[in-house]
């Protein structure tokens, strides 16, 4: 990746702990776009290209730590964050931790940064490497904690992805980025078993991807009205199909995987909630009354 000419004295400088895909990728980002940075891995041997490309590699991560206000973790998961930093001066830092963790995890480690005389804010990360540093390819990452902190390093942090702020509770960010991912899996789940339900036979897998592309993208659609009848309360509102109709439905689903030899482990469970459902009278209702059920809620 060129380097970038612009003066590194007007780009702020920041310490990043942890040089996976992730990291490296989000390091030369930062690195191009000519703000100083000092690195730190577990292993020093991912650093050597980096400092090729200009980083400053630390021997520690305290040496990190202490090199700059600006401290952004991107290491394995929250107990690596708690290990790489402890008994590290935290005191007047600037932390942003980009681990994917949960909100509860989240929450302690805001606390755990402020009782060091930190400020601290979370992040998720909406993409994959490759993603990073490239603005048509639509990354982002969600940040939660202090505004104030925010708004400070917003420009730094936009440098590798697009920043999206979704409030001071330190667990939000993860909640919102656990949220999205827990749906891209319920999509793959679905995906995965179409594609069972066809391997045995004279069905491309190629001549089937765009149908299901399309599928999907015309589905998507249903997102907005859920969330609108979750906030208004009536799930009644704007049904397409109600639920009673899509449950007389299912056994055609279950039936053709057991004529397909399919296991039916991954749409199953979604039947039988809604099924559940139905049974409490949620017939007229839209699909939405599954996420009470989820909740463990009684029927509105």
Known sequence: MARNTVDPAAKTPLTLLGLGAMGAALARTWLAAGHPLTIWNRTPARAEPLAAEGAAVAATA???VAANRLLVVCLLD???VGAALDGVDLTGKDVVNLVTGTPGQARARAEW???RGARY???GIMAVPPMIGVAAAGPYVFYSGSPALFEEHRATLAVPAGTTWVGEDDGFAALHDVALLSAMYGMFAGVAHAFALIREEAVAPAGLAPLLT???TAMSG???RTAEQLESGDYTRDVVSN???QVAGTPTFLRTAEEQGVSPEL??????LMRRRLAEGGGDEDLTGVIDLLRGAARP
Do not use: K, Q
């Open 62 to 64: 305290a040496e990190a």
């Open 78 to 80: 929250d107990a690596s």
């Open 113 to 115: 940064a402020r009782a």
């Open 121 to 123: 804010l979370d992040g």
């Open 214 to 216: 399309s599928w999907i």
């Open 222 to 224: 249903s997102v907005a």
């Open 243 to 245: 639920l009673a109709m």
């Open 267 to 272: 749409i199953d469970p979604y039947f039988r």
